[in-house]
C-alpha cells in the first residue's frame, strides 16, 4: 500500500501532462486557457500535498498564490481574446500571424 | 475530458467537475481551507468569467464543428505520445522515491492566516498588486477601441 501523498502526486503530473497536451494540440484559444488552468490545479495540487506531508502551512500559502495568480491571468486573457475575436472575427491561432518576429 | 471536448461549454462543465474532485482530495489531505476556496474562487469566479466570455462570443455549434475538423488523430498522436514519456518519467520519479512512513496532519486555517500575515506579508501585498495590475490590465484591454480604429480609417479615406 502506497503512501497517500505519493498517489496525490501521481495525479498532479497526470493532471499537468493532460494540461500540457491541451495545450499543444488545441487551436482554440478558449481550450488553450482552460488546459492552462488545468495545469494551475495540478501545481496547486501538489504544493497543497506537499504541505500536508510535512504539516507546515507553505503549501497551502502557496496555493492562495496560485490561486490569485490565476485569477489575474485568466482575466487579463480573456480579455485579450475578446479583443482578439472582435478585431480577427476568429479564434484560431494559426490565423494570428501578422506579428511576425 | 475537458482537452478532448469539440464543445466549448461541455468542456467548461468536465472541468468544474475536475475542480470538484480535486477540492475534495484537499478535503481528505487535511487542507479544508484550501478546499474552499478552490470551490469558491474557482469554480464559482473563473468558472463565471469563462461562461460569460463563451456567451458573449456566441460560439456554438459552429465552434463544435470547427474543433471536429482540427481534432484529428493526426494532430494529436504526437503531442500524446510526449506527454507520455513525460509522465512515465514523473512516475517513476515519484514511485523510486523513498517514502517515510507518516501519518496525514490537518494544517488549520489558523496556521495558514498566521504565516500568510507574518512571514509571507511581502507576498501577499505583490499578490495584491498583481490583482490590481490584473484588474486595470484587463479594463484597459477590453474597452472597444473603435474610436481609434475609426479614425484610421478616416485617415485611409482622407488619403
Redesign the interface.
Known amino acids: 500500500m ?5 498517489i ?4 498532479a ?10 495545450v ?5 484559444i ?2 488553450m ?3 492552462v ?2 495545469m494551475l ?1 495540478a501545481s ?2 501538489a504544493f ?2 506537499a ?3 510535512w ?7 502557496m ?3 496560485i ?10 486573457g ?6 482578439i ?2 478585431q480577427h472575427k476568429s ?1 484560431d491561432i494559426d490565423k494570428l500571424k501578422e506579428m511576425k518576429g | 475530458m ?2 478532448t471536448r469539440h464543445n ?1 461549454v461541455h ?2 462543465l468536465y ?1 468544474i467537475i ?2 470538484l474532485s ?1 477540492s475534495v ?2 478535503f ?4 479544508p ?2 478546499a474552499l ?2 470551490i469558491i ?2 469554480a464559482g ?2 468558472m463565471v ?2 461562461i460569460f ?2 456567451m ?2 456566441n ?1 456554438g455549434k459552429e ?1 463544435a464543428r ?2 471536429k475538423e ?2 484529428k488523430p493526426k ?2 498522436i504526437g ?2 505520445i ?3 514519456i ?2 512515465a518519467e ?2 517513476y520519479l ?2 523510486t ?1 523513498h ?1 517515510a ?2 501519518s ?2 490537518t ?1 488549520d486555517p489558523k ?2 492566516a ?3 500575515f507574518r512571514p ?1 506579508l511581502i ?1 501577499v501585498e505583490l ?1 495584491a498588486m ?2 490590481m ?3 486595470v ?3 484597459h ?2 474597452q ?2 473603435k474610436m481609434i480604429l475609426h479614425r484610421f480609417l478616416k485617415e485611409e479615406d482622407a488619403l
Request: proline share 3%; hydrophobic share 65%.
Open positions: 502506497k503512501s497517500s501523498t505519493e496525490v502526486m501521481l495525479l503530473g497526470l493532471l499537468f501532462v493532460l494540461g500540457v497536451a491541451g499543444i494540440i488545441r487551436k482554440n478558449i481550450f486557457l482552460l488546459s488552468e488545468v490545479n496547486g495540487l497543497v500535498a504541505g500536508s506531508r504539516a507546515q502551512p507553505d503549501g497551502q500559502v496555493f492562495i498564490f490561486l490569485a495568480m490565476a485569477a489575474a491571468e485568466v482575466s487579463i480573456l480579455a485579450l481574446i475578446l479583443q475575436y472582435h479564434l | 475537458v482537452i466549448p468542456a467548461l472541468l475536475s475542480l480535486i482530495i484537499f481528505l489531505l487535511g487542507a481551507f484550501a476556496l478552490e474562487i474557482y469566479a473563473i468569467l469563462f466570455v463563451i458573449l462570443l460560439l465552434t470547427q474543433e482540427w481534432l494532430v494529436w503531442p500524446a510526449l506527454s507520455a513525460l509522465f514523473l512516475f515519484i514511485t522515491a517514502a512512513p507518516y496525514l496532519q494544517v496556521a495558514v498566521v504565516s500568510l509571507y507576498g499578490a498583481l490583482l495590475a490584473g484588474v490590465g484587463a479594463a484591454i477590453g472597444h477601441k
